[in-house]
Each structure stands twice: as structure tokens, then as C-alpha cells.
């Protein structure tokens, strides 16, 4: 039987490193949990309501935060507010599949773009690693807002 899988992030701003990852990956932040949500509301703001509704102090509204793939295939993501900072390189890292099917120039060109648009949104470009064929066919390393290593592949 197979299982579902949660991937967690330590973060010290969970609010913006989900924000950052929902419009990386084309997520969405899930409303709190009983509440229908109109059309357009932002989930955000919902939850802020919702935490200070429950009695939560505002400077702990923003420990943990979620976002979801909205057709349901993708694993949910979560992120913990931690004190520490990152201590080393990652041991797991996402690649994020921005050129299936796509292969040489072409594939690198639909990479580049891909990563212009995450730099606009936070992250930072590290390296490039050039089609190498028959076993490699090229990727981006790059780091989330909070340095956190992932692929563009």
C-alpha cells in the first residue's frame, strides 16, 4: 500500500517561504479548516482571522504555514518556524520539472526562463549544469528566499 507524503521545511518566516513555494510550484494555501472560503478571499487573511478568533497572540499566528497542489496530485507542503538558521547543505532537495519532455537548447532555454521568473519571485540562481548526454540533461541549481538548494530540472 502506498502513502501519502507531507514535505516539511524549517523556516524562520514560514508565511513568506510558503508564499514563495505556492507561486514557485503553483500551489495554494488551504483556507482554516471549517471555513468556505468566497471566491477571490485570500486564505492568508482567513487564517489570520481564524488564529485570532481561536485566541492565538499574533506573534505566534505566523509559526507554521501549508500549501497544497490544487488538483490533488502533488504532496502537501508544510513550514515550521525553527530558531536555528541552516547549518550545512541540504541531504534532500526538490527538483522542480520545469522541461519534461523538452531536451537540449530547447530544454535549457525553457530552464532559463523558468529561472528568471523564481528569481523574480526570491530565489537565487547558483549554478548551471549543461546537457551531458546520454545521462544528464542539464539543470539549474538554485536557492529559496531562506537558502534552501533545489533544481530546476
Not at 499566528?61 to 550545512?88: H, K
Request: with cysteine; aromatic share 6%; glycine share 10%.
Amino acid at each position: 500500500m502506498s502513502r501519502h507524503v507531507q514535505i516539511t521545511f524549517d523556516a524562520h518566516d514560514p508565511k513568506a517561504l510558503s508564499t514563495f513555494w505556492r507561486d514557485a510550484l503553483g500551489y495554494v494555501h488551504p483556507g482554516p479548516p471549517g471555513v468556505e472560503l468566497p471566491q477571490g478571499a485570500d486564505p492568508l487573511a482567513a487564517w489570520d482571522d481564524f488564529l485570532a478568533g481561536m485566541g492565538v497572540p499574533e506573534e505566534e499566528r505566523d509559526t507554521r504555514s501549508a500549501i497544497e497542489d490544487p488538483d490533488g496530485r502533488g504532496p502537501r507542503v508544510f513550514f515550521q518556524r525553527v530558531p536555528e538558521g541552516r547549518s550545512a547543505k541540504n541531504r534532500v532537495h526538490l527538483d522542480v520539472r520545469a522541461a519534461p519532455g523538452l531536451h537540449g537548447e530547447e530544454r535549457m532555454a525553457a530552464l532559463e526562463a523558468e529561472c528568471e521568473r523564481l528569481a523574480g519571485l526570491g530565489a537565487t540562481r547558483v549554478r548551471r549544469h549543461e546537457p551531458e548526454p546520454p545521462f544528464a540533461a542539464g539543470h539549474i541549481v538554485m536557492t529559496d528566499p531562506e537558502g534552501n538548494e533545489f533544481c530546476l530540472d
